[in-house]
């Protein structure tokens, strides 16, 4: 009888489950989708408000170039990416499962969730293309979302995947794009949901080999692949925003010279690298945290740890920089001279503000970590004066900020080795 | 805190310390592999000085924590390979071989490619042991080798000491296992040293081991 009543009371409510899917993976999505749909959102408001694009043009210039259409494509996967994940896979909502809940309501309701992660994207392709093409749109973008997130490690996904591509790759025909994506989706975000509670079993052969220094910066990219990928594809999807601001930055302001250009572009590029970076620096500092005691009893020196710990965050932002770079200058056609030049201060303005993010990071992540508020006093301390440097002095502002990390370097003690408070002995 | 303690592991000794939850145990083993600075005092190992920082001290040294929570997301072989690196080991034939020798003593052939955090604790536990004998180090610290392992397993670390002991390897442990520490004495006969953790200080233990 309390086992019947049990069942009737949890298949029925509809509320129960909104607000049990709500404070695990509700929240956890709108947490991770905020910063970059607001960002998607100021990007669209220069886009549309300001130089009067309309959504139909945006869907007119997809649908007559394919390499458009295909940036446009992984953008948004990668913007919208961090929310899907965290909509399917969830940790804190894999108990949902074990309630006695009818599986196609729990369906509606995470089908839902996932429509209101594509709700900017539907927004474009409705308004420009008309119900049909924006169905089609949708579909696609969830499809290529979900599979993403398979990892296509099975047969039937990387043959769902192909036929996406194909599809997006042919001239547009949205009654094939939406029959190809409707079950494409449909079939990610179950495998992706079904999948999520598994431990990822292999590791892989990735190397780690060579001296200390080699060894364990490749060991913290690797734990940055695997537990950051949401932070990763954040800082990809940033990167992608100050490239579209640059790009009508550019086009719009029209730099009288070409160290205003520079300036311009590396101002609007600092802080996507800032953000991006900085969310990157948490589970990079906790990686070298799970290793400390290895770390002691090795005798790992000071000096290959801190620079085991930068390489990852730096060779990140430097490949974000040089992407931005060159695919700016391309889009803009600047000759090969400035192109180069534009990719150097770039992925010089990177490794510097590598170099600083992760002194930020270490001081705001002091102690337990659990102080918000210096995260974000450093950060935003950070992000206030890299940009407002680089717009009052352009590139040469770079200058200052290498100065600002030969001090730190200097300053630098020899980092003891971890003497936890209290535990001095006397021998 | 401990304090005026005196500790010396000669050749083909094993020194097991004992004593309840609080005690000191693991403190005192974190400061003995390197982990914690003591603030008075010294650790050599091999006539090599352990405290700040020396690295031909803790080339000798290998240590199997008790938790194994703080692992990081790599696969057991990726584990391995970054330990041998910060120890900077040779790898040669030789040496996979021994490597893939004990592997399969241990049972973790099928763990190979597994990440850590899949792992359950006494595979974790075991992993760690295998990292720790990596170079086959002259000291192996072990803190409660004996917990979360099944009696295979048990089986296996007791082996291993006795075959370390063999071969005039020290081998210092900190357990409250006293079953496990009955074993050990049986195992090893007049090579185990067992002294009690208590206020701080150490006491002989050996007599009350063998009569219980």
């Known amino acids: ?427 | 805190m401990l304090d005026g303690l005196q500790l010396a592991c000669a050749p083909g000794e094993v020194y097991a310390v004992l004593g309840e939850n609080g005690a000191g145990k693991s403190t005192l083993l974190r400061v003995l592999c390197g982990m914690l600075e003591p603030e008075r005092g010294t650790v050599l190992i091999q006539g090599h000085e352990l405290t700040g920082g020396g690295v031909a001290a803790r080339r000798h040294l290998g240590y199997v924590p008790d938790g194994t929570e703080s692992l990081p997301d790599l696969s057991l072989r990726e584990f391995v390979a970054l330990v041998r690196s910060l120890k900077q080991l040779p790898v040669d034939a030789a040496a996979e071989l021994e490597l893939a020798s004990r592997r399969e003593r241990l049972g973790l052939e099928q763990a190979w490619h597994q990440r850590l955090a899949t792992l359950s604790f006494g595979q974790r536990k075991r992993a760690c042991l295998l990292a720790a004998l990596l170079g086959d180090p002259w000291l192996l610290i072990l803190d409660e080798p004996s917990n979360g392992l099944d009696p295979s397993g048990v089986a296996k670390v007791l082996e291993l000491i006795a075959e370390r002991q063999a071969r005039d390897q020290a081998t210092l442990l900190a357990t409250n296992d006293l079953a496990f520490t009955r074993q050990l004495a049986a195992a090893l006969g007049s090579a185990l040293h067992c002294q009690r953790l208590r206020d701080g200080q150490l006491l002989l233990e050996s007599h009350r081991i063998t009569e219980r």
Not at chain 1, 75 to 97: I, K
Not at chain 1, 191 to 213: C, D, E, K, T
Request: glycine share 10%; net charge positive; charged share 10%.
């Open chain 1, 1 to 427: 009888m309390a086992r019947t009543d049990a069942v009737n009371v949890s298949e029925s409510g509809w509320t129960g489950l909104l607000r049990a899917f709500w404070v695990s993976s509700g929240r956890a999505a709108v947490a991770r989708a905020m910063p970059l749909y607001f960002a998607v959102l100021i990007g669209a408001s220069v886009l549309f408000e300001g130089s009067g694009v309309r959504p139909a043009d945006v869907v007119q210039a997809t649908g007559a170039s394919l390499g458009q259409r295909l940036l446009l494509y992984l953008a948004w996967t990668l913007v919208s990416l961090p929310a899907l994940r965290a909509v399917l896979a969830t940790p804190s909502s894999f108990f949902l499962r074990t309630l006695p809940v009818a599986r196609w309501r729990m369906w509606t309701v995470w089908s839902a969730a996932l429509l209101l992660a594509e709700l900017p994207w539907a927004y474009l392709w409705l308004r420009g293309g008309g119900l049909g093409p924006g169905l089609a749109a949708v579909a696609a973008a969830l499809a290529a979302g979900t599979l993403a997130l398979t990892r296509l490690e099975q047969p039937a996904e990387r043959s769902a995947a192909l036929a996406l591509g194909a599809v997006l790759c042919a001239p547009p025909f949205w009654p094939l794009l939406l029959a190809v994506s409707a079950p494409a989706a449909a079939l990610g975000a179950r495998r992706v949901w079904l999948r999520a509670p598994q431990a990822r079993g292999s590791g892989g052969s990735a190397g780690i080999a060579g001296g200390p220094l080699l060894a364990l910066a490749a060991s913290h990219a690797i734990v940055l692949w695997r537990q950051a990928r949401a932070q990763l594809s954040r800082a990809g999807a940033l990167t992608l925003l100050a490239l579209v601001a640059g790009y009508f930055g550019a086009k719009n302001t029209r730099p009288a010279s070409s160290a205003e250009l520079l300036g311009l572009c590396s101002a609007l590029l600092a802080p996507a690298l800032i953000l991006g970076g900085a969310s990157v620096c948490g589970p990079l500092l906790r990686s070298e945290a799970q290793l400390r005691w290895l770390l002691a009893v090795c005798g790992t020196p000071a000096r290959a740890r801190r620079l085991a710990r930068l390489a990852p965050l730096a060779l990140l932002l430097l490949g974000l920089a040089l992407l931005h770079g060159l695919a700016l200058a391309t889009l803009l056609q600047l000759p090969a001279p400035l192109t180069a030049l534009l990719a150097l201060l770039e992925s010089l303005a990177a490794l510097l503000l590598a170099s600083m993010l992760i002194e930020v990071a270490r001081w705001a992540l002091r102690g337990d970590g659990s102080d918000s508020g210096r995260l974000l006093l450093g950060v935003g301390g950070l992000l206030l004066g890299a940009t407002l440097s680089l717009a009052r002095w352009g590139t040469a502002a770079l200058i200052g900020w290498a100065v600002l990390v030969g001090l730190a370097a200097l300053a630098h003690r020899r980092e003891t080795l971890d003497a936890a408070p209290g535990a001095q002995l006397n021998l």
